[in-house]
């Protein structure tokens, strides 16, 4: 049985004004109808910078667009004297249906630690967002720990902000996969995904880490998009680099064909 609908979504990180944005969103949503994107079969969402939102929301929702969108980070503070920072109300505000919390450029750069991964998480959950959790090794980790120890123990630390119900997305981002042109192999992927989901099974029970989409990301592409998800626990991709070429995107997000 398929119980999770396969997700595939574009980071841009910080790429394209709001002005760029509108442009390419609606290419991106000319190359998908034209290919008769079926959004039932595979869900598609894009990760824009905070200042694109209200243009992308404007357009998806003038247009009726099946395209969702996200963002690529959430205050861990509902509102107040927190400067510079994005509240997850005033995005729940814009229709926004996820956010990305704890990607590896937020830890390393930003020194997000998973107590505060685990805390914009709940941010999220707090205005209905569904958070997609990001974890994964850095080489040194992979050297010293093997595959699976380092994303785990970061999943565990930022459920424990969680309640079980919680509806969120899991992203495995192994370090250095991004942005390094070399992705996992599915294989190794597959080795971690499982591991997570197991983890879910044991923090959540059976019936919502069945239901809870595990997402591979690092140096996806169209040629290698297929093999990843054949994995069993590999539900979709985060895209980087790949999800800011439309034609290339279009065709990750078409990769049953
Ligand atoms: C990312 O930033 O989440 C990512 C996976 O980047 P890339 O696809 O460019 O490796």
Not at 18 to 39: G, M
Not at 100 to 121: C, L
Not at 190 to 216: F, K
Request: net charge negative; proline share 3%; with cysteine.
């Amino acid at each position: 049985v398929e119980q999770r609908t396969p997700f595939i979504a574009g980071n841009w990180k910080m790429n394209l004004d709001h002005l760029q944005a509108i442009a390419f969103v609606q290419k991106l949503s000319w190359s998908l109808s034209d290919a008769k994107h079926d959004f039932s079969q595979v869900e598609v969402a894009v990760f824009p910078p905070f200042t694109d939102l209200r243009s992308v929301q404007t357009l998806i929702s003038a247009d009726k667009l099946e395209l969702g969108f996200g963002s690529q980070d959430v205050s861990q503070h509902d509102s107040g004297a927190y400067t510079g920072e994005i509240s997850g109300n005033f995005l729940a505000r814009l229709d926004v249906q996820y956010a990305i919390v704890g990607h590896s450029e937020r830890r390393q750069f930003h020194g997000e630690t998973d107590a505060v991964v685990g805390a914009k998480a709940a941010a999220a959950v707090r205005h209905s967002i569904v958070p997609i959790i990001c974890v994964g090794e850095t080489a040194e980790d992979l050297a010293e720990h093997g595959p699976s120890a380092v994303p785990v123990a970061q999943l565990r630390e930022v459920l424990s902000s969680l309640s079980a119900d919680a509806d969120i997305v899991v992203a495995y981002e192994p370090v250095w996969a991004i942005g390094s042109g070399k992705a996992a192999t599915a294989e190794q992927a597959e080795q971690v995904c499982s591991a997570l989901r197991e983890t879910l099974v044991e923090l959540l029970g059976e019936e919502r880490a069945t239901a809870t989409r595990i997402l591979y990301g690092g140096s996806v592409k169209s040629e290698n998009i297929a093999r990843f998800m054949r994995e069993p626990n590999i539900d979709g991709a985060l895209v980087g680099g790949a999800s800011l070429a439309i034609e290339e995107f279009s065709r990750i997000i078409q990769f049953k064909k």
